[in-house]
């Protein structure tokens, strides 16, 4: 009952968020508004079948949708790094925090999210220069090190775990920030993550993004986490924000020392601006 329960708390939950009214979902599906009703409503559960079509109609995956919640994953490989007390990213911005300052700076309440937020420099940074921020990760440890971080520094952040893979925006932010953490978002859900930050950015709010890519001449780094090489093409990124106004757009490669062999890395940067249609 519990599991009825929950697919059809779910559903429920999925339907309003994407607009559809009980009969247009059934209609999507090919069934009657009264099995919907009484998914939605605990009585009875969809047919196992229906699960990859839900799913796909809520652009969702059947874990979100049988409401496995990412806390339950995590990222191994960072969970463990993070569990030190010394701040494995360092607790300085990145370059890119101080163009959003420049391009964007908090003149009103200006609202941010930082997307992968590791250990929290980031979005300490924006809550120290007045933004109200919202941040995410995927690792426990990294969370729990950046509410002390923030504790620290004595800001008031809505830190939460989601995965950034099926984690869907409800609010609308001035600000999306992501940096250092596309890397790991599939390419079948690309489009669908994209689309839904720029859906949830304000008009005359900012992306600032950067990602990995690949480049035939340069070799995978030795210490690279195993199963996430990077998949992204040359100028991919931008493409995906071909109608935003570009404030900065630019393919870097550059020298990296990490697991103590010389290697480089090519990375693209976006920062974006929403206009006015
Ligand atoms: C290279 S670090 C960057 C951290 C932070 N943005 C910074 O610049 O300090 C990549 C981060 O992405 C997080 N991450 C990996 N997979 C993720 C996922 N599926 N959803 C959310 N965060 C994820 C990792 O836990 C890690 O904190």
Not at 58 to 86: H, P, Q, V, W
Request: aromatic share 12%.
């Amino acid at each position: 009952m519990v599991i009825i329960n929950t697919i059809g708390k779910n559903i429920q939950t999925l339907r309003k968020q994407n607009g559809l009214t009980q009969e247009e979902l059934a209609g999507r599906i090919g069934v009657t508004y009264q099995a919907v009703s009484k998914w939605e409503n605990g009585t009875t559960a969809p047919d196992i079948s229906l699960l990859p079509e839900l799913a796909a109609v809520f652009g969702t995956n059947i874990d979100a949708l049988l409401g496995y919640a990412a806390e339950k994953k995590t990222s191994a490989y960072y969970e463990e790094r993070y569990k030190d007390t010394e701040y494995y990213w360092g607790v300085k911005p990145s370059f890119m925090c101080l163009e959003v300052l420049r391009i964007l700076p908090p003149d009103r309440p200006l609202r941010i999210l930082d997307v992968g937020c590791g250990e929290g420099k980031d979005a300490v940074f924006f809550s120290k220069n007045g933004y109200k921020v919202s941040a995410f990760d995927i690792t426990g440890s990294g969370i729990e090190k950046a509410k002390r971080l923030a504790e620290r520094h004595g800001v008031d952040i809505d830190f939460f775990r989601a995965d950034i893979i099926d984690y869907r925006l409800e609010k609308e932010f001035d600000v999306i920030f992501c940096s250092g953490v596309l890397h790991y978002l599939p390419e079948e859900v690309r489009g669908e993550v994209l689309d839904d930050w720029k859906r949830h950015t304000a008009t005359g709010g900012v992306n600032a993004l950067n990602v990995f890519v690949q480049k035939p001449f340069i070799q995978n780094p030795p210490d690279q986490e195993p199963g996430h090489f990077p998949t992204w093409h040359s100028g991919e990124l931008f493409g995906y924000f071909h109608d935003w106004r570009f404030e900065r757009c630019e393919e870097v490669i550059f020298d990296c020392n990490s697991g103590g062999a010389p290697h480089k890395h090519c990375m693209d940067t976006l920062i974006a601006v929403k206009e006015t249609v």
